[in-house]
């Protein structure tokens, strides 16, 4: 290796081997927090806003830039919210009106770290004796469709849902602009000068249900939830009248919204009625039935391997559609767990196709299958000290189900097999 040809040897190699001394590298980052709101209707909430990010300030010495999307996807941003964990991408944050999110954004894989690192190229390259200096100009930005935003420092900031319910969107974005500048010019590189990370969250402000109303929200009749209550509603409901009161919020589904995912692996839609996928409808969802099912679905394929995946075919039942439901000859309990938001009925689903797999491979799909997801269901009940309710259903119960026995499971807050 011939140290005279090393032009574009990694810079602090080269400039220890050639300059005899250690240059200073100078880091100064400038952090530059800015906030646009963008008016935009929820009917629009889900289009891209492809508006160009920040204007970055003027750097002093402007390295070469290679290429822009070089580096895209290289650097992820890592949005947390306070109490709520990490917010994915495309990933619904339930709120409720006026509630207040204190978000943290950093970047979850910087440039100075993972194994892409060893194939960036050097930004800048010198071989004189002098200061050479980096610079790094960062600026955050956070777009909303609505609500209000305090700014606490550079990666830190609170958003606070309007007043009335209704789908927003909140997009984080983090840019990052290098300049380097040494003695005699120096050489550039082939590293580009600026990075973006950019994440889109959907946040739904939940809509609250008054349970002496007339059972419609935004349009839509959910209907009368039965009073738990009333002398009529029997021992149990009345033993346990506060899992059976109306659940208090309700999340709006859209066809532009239902694909939106609510877990790793589960998406609105698959919490929706599925007679009414392509329209406007409510649901009732409670976040721990969904972190309940993503521990099933753990489970599951760890038992059943990687193919292996948990399909829903019913969750929410809003008491107007249970009444559709048996005028055609189906029939559900007045006070069945679907109507709260907390029930579905699942298949495990192992080799393709929508219905419950040969699970205890006998060679037959039959109730000991269901059997077997039941006992899986319970181990992760146990594990996760969820208490609830838990059974097996040998037959479809509505048109259009995979003609194969199914799994009920409830968080009911007590627990009960069938
Ligand atoms: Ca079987």
């Known amino acids: 290796m011939h140290d005279g040809s090393r032009a574009h040897g990694p810079c602090t190699v080269a400039l220890r081997r050639r300059v005899g001394y ?26 891209d806003d492809a508006s160009p990010l920040l204007e970055l300030p003027a750097l002093e010495s402007k390295p070469k830039v290679e290429s822009a999307e070089q580096l895209e996807g290289e650097r992820k941003l890592g949005v947390q919210a306070e109490g709520r964990g990490e917010v994915r991408p495309n990933t619904v944050l339930l709120a409720q009106p006026g509630e207040i999110l204190r978000f ?23 071989n004189q004796p002098g200061r050479y200096v980096a610079q ?47 003695p005699g010019g120096g050489t550039s590189g082939g590293a ?26 935004g349009g839509y009749a959910i209907g009368l939830y039965p ?36 877990s790793d692996h589960f998406r609105l839609a698959d919490f929706s009625p599925p007679a009414e996928q ?13 972190r309940f099912l993503e521990a099933v679905w753990t489970r599951l394929q760890e038992e ?35 109507q709260y938001g907390d029930a579905a009925a699942i298949v495990a689903n192992t080799q393709g196709g929508d219905g419950m797999s040969d699970l205890n491979r006998d060679g037959a799909v039959d109730p000991a299958d269901a059997e077997a997801l039941a006992n899986l269901v319970d181990r992760v009940r146990a594990a996760t000290q969820t208490r609830g309710g838990l059974g097996v259903v040998a037959k479809p119960i509505e048109p259009g189900w995979p003609d194969t026995p199914f799994v009920v499971v409830d968080l009911r807050g007590v627990n009960t097999r069938w």
Request: net charge positive; charged share 20%.
């Open 22 to 47: 250690r240059a200073a590298a100078f880091l100064a980052s400038l952090v530059i927090v800015s906030f646009r709101v963008h008016s935009q209707s929820p009917a629009d909430a889900k289009g």
């Open 104 to 126: 943290r954004v950093t970047l979850a894989n910087p440039a100075s770290a993972g194994p892409r690192q060893a194939a960036r190229p050097s930004a800048f390259v010198g």
């Open 136 to 182: 790094t100009a960062r600026a955050l930005a956070l777009q909303t469709t609505g609500g209000g935003v305090e700014i606490l420092d550079g990666s830190s900031l609170v958003w606070t849902a309007p007043g009335q319910p209704g789908w927003q969107k909140i997009i984080f974005e983090l840019e990052e602009a290098m300049s380097c500048s040494g």
């Open 192 to 217: 580009p000068g600026t990075t973006r990370a950019r994440q889109e969250v959907p946040v739904m402000v939940q809509f609250p249900f008054d349970r002496d109303g007339p059972g419609v929200l």
């Open 227 to 262: 009073n738990e209550k009333a002398a009529d509603a029997g021992a149990y409901v009345q033993r346990y009248t506060e899992q059976y009161a109306p659940p208090k919020w309700f999340i709006q589904v859209t066809p532009e919204t239902e694909g939106f995912y609510v």
């Open 278 to 290: 392509g329209k406007q409808r409510f649901i009732a969802l409670k976040p721990e039935l969904v």
């Open 304 to 338: 059943h391997g990687d193919s292996a995946r948990l399909v829903i075919l019913r969750s929410y039942l809003s008491p107007n559609e249970r009444q559709r439901l048996a005028q055609k000859g189906v029939q559900y309990t007045t006070f069945t767990r679907y």
